[in-house]
C-alpha cells in the first residue's frame, strides 16, 4: 500500500494559524467594519414601516422599468409580508447589499486592471479559476476561524465567491472597446484616465453590469451557506426548515428568496442598458462621419 501523501491540509492549517496569530488585530478591525456596515443598513431597512419601503422600492422599480414592475414588486413584497419573513427578508438584503457593495468596490478595479495589464490578468486569471471552483463551503472554514461566529464570516465567504463574474466582465468589456474609438480620444488629446473614465468605461458599462448583476445574484445564492454560521436572515430560514424537516418554512423562505433575486436582478440589468453621453458621443459621431467620408466614392471633376 501505497504511504506518500503530500501534508496540504496541515500546511492550510499552520498558514491560517500564523495569519491569525499574525494579523488578529487586522480581522478584528474588518469585523468591526463589516459588522457596523450591515448593521447600518440593516437599522435602514427595518426601522422603517415595511409602507415606507415598498413606496421606495415601487418607486425604484417604477423609474427603472415602468408601472407594471412597479405593480410586480409592491405584490412580492406584500407576498414576503404575508408569509411572516419581512424582517428576514431585509435582513438578508442587507447582507447583500453590503457583501455586493464590497465584492464590486473590488471586482471593478480588478478588472480594470487586467484590462490594461496583461501581466496582472495572467497572475488574477488563475486565482479567480480557483475562487470559482472552490466549494463555497470551504471558505466558510478560515472565515469562521478569523471572523468568529455571525453574519460577517457569511459576509466574507460571499464576497469570495461572488467577486468572480465582476473581474472578468470588467476586463472583458474595456478590451471590447472599438480601438478606432480609443485612437480618436486620443488624437483629441485626452490622457488615459480620461479615455478610460469617458470612452472605455462608458463604452463597456452594458457588460459591467451584466458582471454586477451576477455578483448581485451569486451574493443571493449563498445566503443559506450565510445562514449556517449565523448570519440570519432567510438563509437561517431555510436551513431550519432543513434540520426540521419542515416543508412550509423552507417554501416561504425560499419563494421570499426568490422575490428579492428577480427584485435586485430586473433593477441592474435596467440600469445596463442607460446609454452614456458627453465625450463618448461626441467620438462616436466622429468615427461614424470619418467612416462614411472613407466609403463615399470620389465624385467625377466637372468641366
Do not use: C, H
Not at 492550510?12 to 463589516?34: K, M, P
Not at 415606507?52 to 412580492?76: D, E, N, P, S
Amino acid at each position: 500500500m501505497n504511504d506518500f501523501r503530500l501534508p496540504l491540509g496541515t500546511w492550510a492549517e499552520g498558514f491560517v494559524d500564523w495569519i491569525t496569530n499574525t494579523f488578529g488585530f487586522f480581522f478584528d478591525i474588518l469585523r468591526t467594519v463589516f459588522k457596523g456596515a450591515f448593521e447600518g443598513v440593516d437599522f435602514l431597512l427595518v426601522s422603517p414601516p415595511f409602507w415606507v419601503i415598498m413606496i421606495l422600492a415601487a418607486a425604484l422599480a417604477y423609474g427603472t422599468r415602468g408601472w407594471k414592475f412597479a405593480v410586480g414588486t409592491v405584490v412580492g413584497l406584500t407576498l414576503i409580508l404575508g408569509v411572516n419573513q419581512w424582517e428576514n427578508a431585509m435582513d438578508t438584503l442587507a447582507l447583500v447589499l453590503v457583501a455586493s457593495v464590497i465584492a464590486i468596490a473590488i471586482s471593478v478595479p480588478l478588472g480594470i486592471l487586467a484590462a490594461k495589464s496583461s501581466t496582472a490578468s495572467t497572475i488574477i486569471r488563475p486565482i479567480l479559476d480557483f475562487m470559482q471552483t472552490m466549494p463555497a463551503f470551504v471558505y466558510l472554514i478560515p472565515a469562521l476561524i478569523l471572523f468568529r461566529i455571525g453574519v460577517v464570516p457569511g459576509i466574507v465567504a460571499t464576497i469570495i465567491f461572488a467577486m468572480a463574474p465582476g473581474v472578468r466582465l470588467t476586463e472583458l468589456g474595456i478590451r471590447g472597446v472599438d480601438k478606432e474609438v480609443v485612437e480618436a480620444g486620443q488624437a483629441f488629446g485626452a490622457s488615459p484616465w480620461r479615455i478610460l473614465r469617458q470612452i472605455q468605461l462608458p463604452l463597456a458599462t452594458p457588460t459591467i453590469m451584466a458582471g454586477i448583476n451576477q455578483v448581485i445574484m451569486l451574493s443571493l445564492s449563498m445566503v443559506v451557506i450565510a445562514g449556517m454560521v449565523g448570519a440570519g436572515g432567510l438563509g437561517a430560514e431555510v436551513v431550519g426548515s432543513l434540520n426540521r424537516i419542515d416543508v412550509g418554512l423552507g417554501f416561504e423562505a425560499g419563494l421570499s428568496v426568490v422575490i428579492l433575486a428577480i427584485f435586485l436582478d430586473r433593477i441592474t440589468a435596467s440600469l445596463g442598458d442607460t446609454q452614456s453621453t458627453g465625450m463618448f458621443g461626441t467620438l462616436r459621431l466622429a468615427m461614424r462621419n470619418r467612416k462614411s467620408a472613407t466609403a463615399a466614392p470620389a465624385q467625377p471633376a466637372r468641366v
